[in-house]
C-alpha cells in the first residue's frame, strides 16, 4: 500500500534492556500503524533527550539514482551529515532541493559528484530531478544519533539510549497531521514498546514514462 524500498532486517526482540555498571541503554521497540490499523512504512522514528548535548552517530549516507528513481524513498541522518548522490543510471540526472532545510541543485552529471551536500540544519527536505519530474524523495534531518525507519510490517526499533527522559517522534512524509509526541522515560522498569497511528495522505502520482 505505501512504498516501501528494501526491507531492513529488524530485531525480534523488543525492549531488551542492557545494563552495566555506570551505564544503562535500551533498546525500544515501535509499532506505526495508519488510522486503519494497517502497518506503515518508511515512518522515521527518533527520540530527542530532554536534557543534555546526544552524541554525534554517523554522519555519512548514500541516497542512489537507480532507474531513474531514488532509492530510498525516504532517508533519515543527523544534523551534520554528508550525503552522496551517485548516478548510476546510463542518463544524467540534475538534482535539486528548495526545501528551507536545504537549498542546493547538482547541475547534471553521470557517476558520483566529487563532493557530498552536508545537511546542517533540522528539517524536511524534499528532493527532485529537473529532467525527470517523477523523480521524488524525502529527507528527514534531524539533531538526534537516535532514529530509525519503520519496515514493511510497521516496525521499527531505537537502540542504545542512555537512561533519562525523551521526547519520542514519527514523521511520515504522506502523513496529514503531525502525530503528538509521546514523552517517554528509559532506565530499569521502564515501558519499552510504543504506539504510533498516522493520518495519511498519500500524494496523487501522474503517469510518467521512464
Same mark, same amino acid.
Given at each position: 500500500?505505501?512504498?516501501? #524500498?528494501?526491507?531492513?532486517?529488524? #530485531?525480534?526482540?523488543?525492549?531488551? =534492556? ?16 495508519? @488510522? ?28 542512489? *539514482? ?15 551529515? @554528508? ?8 542518463? #544524467? ?30 528539517? *524536511? ?13 524525502? =529527507? ?41 509526541? *509521546? ?9 519499552? #514498546?510504543?504506539?504510533?497511528? =498516522? ?12
Amino acid at each position: 500500500m505505501y512504498r516501501h #524500498r528494501g526491507a531492513s532486517l529488524k #530485531r525480534s526482540v523488543y525492549g531488551l =534492556l542492557v545494563c552495566l555498571p555506570l551505564l544503562c541503554s535500551a533498546q525500544l521497540g515501535i509499532n506505526v500503524t495508519d @488510522a486503519s490499523g494497517q502497518p506503515v512504512a518508511d515512518a522515521v522514528i527518533y527520540a530527542e533527550a530532554l536534557s543534555g548535548k546526544p552524541p554525534k552517530g554517523k554522519l555519512v549516507a548514500t541516497i542512489d *539514482q537507480i532507474d531513474k528513481e531514488f532509492v530510498p524513498l525516504v532517508t533519515v541522518v543527523q544534523t551534520g551529515t @554528508a550525503i552522496r548522490f551517485p548516478n548510476k543510471d546510463n542518463i #544524467r540526472h540534475n538534482i535539486y532541493s528548495f526545501s528551507p532545510a536545504k537549498v542546493f541543485d547538482l547541475k547534471l552529471y553521470s557517476g558520483t559528484p566529487a563532493a557530498p551536500i552536508v545537511f546542517d540544519k533540522a528539517g *524536511q527536505v524534499v528532493l527532485g530531478c529537473n529532467i525527470h519530474d517523477w523523480m521524488v524523495a524525502y =529527507l528527514l534531518v534531524v539533531d538526534t544519533p537516535w532514529f530509525d525507519k519503520s519496515d514493511a510490517k510497521g516496525l521499527a526499533s531505537l537502540v542504545g539510549l542512555p537512561t533519562g527522559d525523551y521526547l519520542l517522534r514519527v514523521w511520515h512524509p504522506y502523513q496529514s497531521t503531525e502525530a503528538p509526541a *509521546q514523552k517517554i522515560k528509559v532506565g530499569s522498569g521502564a515501558e519499552s #514498546r510504543f504506539v504510533f497511528r =498516522l493520518k495519511l495522505a498519500p500524494p496523487t502520482t501522474g503517469t510518467h514514462a521512464k
